[in-house]
């Protein structure tokens, strides 16, 4: 880090003990996992710069936008729309949940089995580690999956600033009423949180920066599509992940740098990995920073993963808004239509995923797909079961793999992957 941010952190009301432990972790994770890698672009040093300061500087900016009255908003969903916030003036910023921290603390409060993600989330609370959760004027919650919604009741005992957001559950009229209901509410809450009326002007603002934002992730994953692939899976997800919490101009240009590099290594046949390697599409649970260990994996095993069906990846990111609205209503309506069509494992029943993953394995050539499913996520891993099904009946392999944030069935997983790479490399 350039410069010893302990008094920001200080300030802040963080552990520095712990978290000194915690970015020790992640720093050695960073180096083991990204830096090891061979042949990455050359624009991945800015997300290299990103990572090792992401509690510094980006907590810095965000504290420096605080002092000039601008409010931050964490979130721990792709539901909670970043156009309104940024709409509202304020900052949006995901909260990671990547990692376990302070685990029999969290097991005082949440069941054993509890995902990671969610036992994460109160971990870093908790802990008091993150400098995001600690940096933001509002936290919002969602009714997702019952594990989510549950630990939010427990949650706002910890915080005293959880805004929760209902959501549907089901893509019928009412569902789409409800979404957009609740979209209102929180365009209301953004607002009285920032003492700012929305205008429609606003609304266009910030439609324009969240679809330049995920136009560039688009242009990003199609690049992957080529043969050799030009940018490792371990290197696309980190875009996806900083994409939560870096300004978004600034995240934009430099996607779109890295996807100029990414023309010219496909012109030249330069690849992060040699051409017809065994090609993979990850599918499931969101795979939020430092959690890198399943695609770690699988690209130590001699695959390259070409696309992620997940809320840190296409799912999250694939639809734009239109912004062609002329009034508050009309935005707000393309704003719902937008986020509507996000396929989470929470609707039911959810044909749209399972097709989406199907369309995603086609067009990027996967060879298989594999399904990541955390320990005790109902929702993913009874999907896992259909996709899995579908695939097959296609003739596209794949294989389902529950695993959790610890280390310790790494080589079991290894050996389980390779022996898929091998299937599917016949
Ligand atoms: S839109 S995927 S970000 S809810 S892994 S906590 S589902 S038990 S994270 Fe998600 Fe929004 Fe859906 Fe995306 Fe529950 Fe499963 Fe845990 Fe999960």
């Given amino acids: 880090m350039s410069e010893d941010y302990s008094p920001m952190w200080e300030s802040l009301g963080m552990d520095l003990n712990a978290h000194e432990t915690l970015l020790g972790v992640l720093g050695q994770g960073y180096q083991d996992i990204y830096l090891a890698q061979k042949n990455r672009p050359k624009g991945m040093g800015y997300f290299d710069f990103v990572m090792s300061e992401v509690h510094g500087l980006r907590i810095k900016e965000l504290l420096d936008e605080k002092k000039q009255n601008r409010k931050i908003i964490g979130s721990y969903c792709v539901f909670v729309p970043e156009e309104i916030v940024l709409a509202g003036g304020a900052t949006l910023v995901g909260l990671c949940s990547g990692a376990d921290f302070a ?33 933001a004027d509002m ?16 949650f706002a005992g910890m915080v005293d600033n959880l805004y929760v957001m209902d959501l549907p559950q089901v893509k019928s009229g009412q569902g789409r009423a409800l979404l957009k209901e609740e979209y209102e509410r929180f365009k209301t809450a953004v607002e009285e949180l920032t003492g700012n009326k929305i205008t429609v002007e606003d609304l266009k603002e910030g439609i324009k920066v969240v679809n330049a934002k995920r136009a560039a992730l688009h242009r990003l994953a199609i690049l992957r599509k080529a043969d ?42 330069l690849g992060a990995f040699p051409s017809k390697s065994p090609r993979i599409l990850i599918s499931g649970c969101p795979m939020a920073v430092p959690n890198w260990k399943l695609p770690w994996i699988i690209e130590t095993s001699g695959a390259v993963i070409v696309g992620e069906e997940s809320c840190v990846g296409e799912r999250g990111a694939r639809n734009l808004t239109d912004d062609s609205g002329q009034s508050q209503d009309e935005l707000m309506e393309a704003i719902t239509d937008r986020y509507f069509k996000v396929d989470c494992a929470i609707f039911t029943p959810n044909q749209d995923r399972c097709d989406h993953i199907v369309e995603m394995a086609k067009a990027y050539g996967a060879n298989g797909v594999i399904h990541y499913g955390l320990q005790f996520c109902q929702p993913y891993i009874m999907e896992s079961i259909p996709v899995e099904n579908k695939l097959e009946k296609l003739g596209i392999p794949c294989m389902r793999i529950e695993t959790d944030y610890g280390m310790e069935d790494v080589g079991q997983l290894k050996t389980r992957v390779e022996a898929f790479i091998e299937q599917i490399s016949d």
């Fill in 103 to 135: 685990v029999e603390e969290v097991e005082k409060h949440l069941p054993r089995n509890t995902c990671s993600l969610i036992k994460s989330s109160f971990g870093f609370k908790l802990g008091r580690v993150c400098p995001y959760l600690e940096s």
């Fill in 139 to 154: 936290i919002v919650g969602e009714n997702t999956c019952d594990g989510k919604k549950k630990a939010y009741e427990s």
């Fill in 228 to 269: 050799p692939v030009p940018i490792s899976g371990l290197d696309a997800l980190l875009a996806n992940q900083v994409s939560f919490y870096d300004n978004p101009a600034r995240f934009t240009e430099s996607v779109n740098k890295i996807c100029d590099e990414l023309e010219e290594r496909i012109k030249e046949n």
